[in-house]
Nanobody
Framework: QVQLVESGGGLVQDGGSLRLSCAAS????????MGWFRQAPGKEREFVAA????????TYADSVKGRFTISRDNAKNTVYLQMNSLKPEDTAVYYC?????????????????WGQGTQVTVSS
């Protein structure tokens, strides 16, 4: 089992920055791929970024590439999402997730551990 708790969301102006954190616990969480997803009002949940267990391999959705950076500190049991140059269309609830595997994935269906989410609102 992996338990995940997100924090760091809030209200920010267009062009601003936020850093989300995901505190993880569970005996083997550090060996798993971790991902960030988001869900805007009235829309389906979508992939944002993923990182492998060591942190040297990452992948991003095209919509955030070059603006967002995913990272992890296994010693601190934390995964981060640094979000720069935020846009109003980035407004959503952001979720941290684990797929319980060591294989990278962008598919929501392959992630079986989820946090409760943190709201990010970008004002224009």
């Amino acid at each position: 089992q992996v338990q995940l708790v997100e924090s760091g969301g809030g209200l920010v102006q267009d062009g601003g920055s936020l850093r989300l954190s995901c505190a993880a616990s569970g005996r083997t969480w550090s060996i798993y791929v971790m991902g960030w997803f988001r869900q805007a009002p009235g829309k389906e949940r979508e992939f944002v970024a993923a990182i492998n267990r060591i942190g040297f391999r990452t992948t991003y959705a095209d919509s955030v590439k070059g603006r967002f950076t995913i990272s992890r500190d296994n010693a601190k049991n934390t995964v981060y999402l640094q979000m720069n140059s935020l846009k109003p269309e980035d407004t959503a609830v952001y979720y941290c997730a684990s797929n319980g595997k060591q294989t990278m994935s962008v598919l929501i269906s392959e992630y079986n551990y989820w946090g409760q989410g943190t709201q990010v609102t970008v004002s224009s």
